[in-house]
């Protein structure tokens, strides 16, 4: 089985930043109790653009997560401080780690 990495990609809605990392334990809770789940990144780069980085150990476990995670807490103040037209979600198998 090879592991597998899901990038995401997106910006905030106006107003939300300050208490924006805070409120992500909601979505860290739920990818912990995900089958498959290994570790969780969130940066934000310079340009203001945040990206979220999970290790999975299959890409079919990634993918169901991510067809989920919107039914099952899309709700959250996390995931609706993102603005929905900025998100760029890409999967890709792990060559490489160290």
Do not use: C, Y
């Not at 995401?8 to 300050?18: D, N, S, W, Y």
């Not at 959250?76 to 993102?82: R, T, V």
């Amino acid at each position: 089985m090879t592991e597998a990495l899901e990038i995401v990609t997106f910006r905030l809605k106006p107003g939300t930043e300050a208490g924006f990392v805070a409120s992500n334990g909601t979505v860290t809770d739920w990818l912990a109790r995900q089958p498959g789940f290994l570790s969780r990144h969130l940066g934000r780069r310079e340009d203001g653009v945040w990206v979220d980085v999970v290790r999975w150990r299959s890409m079919e476990q990634a993918r169901a997560a991510a067809d989920r995670i919107m039914a099952e807490i899309g709700d959250s103040d996390a995931l609706q401080a993102i603005e929905p037209a900025s998100v760029a979600m890409s999967h890709a198998e792990v060559a490489l780690s160290r």
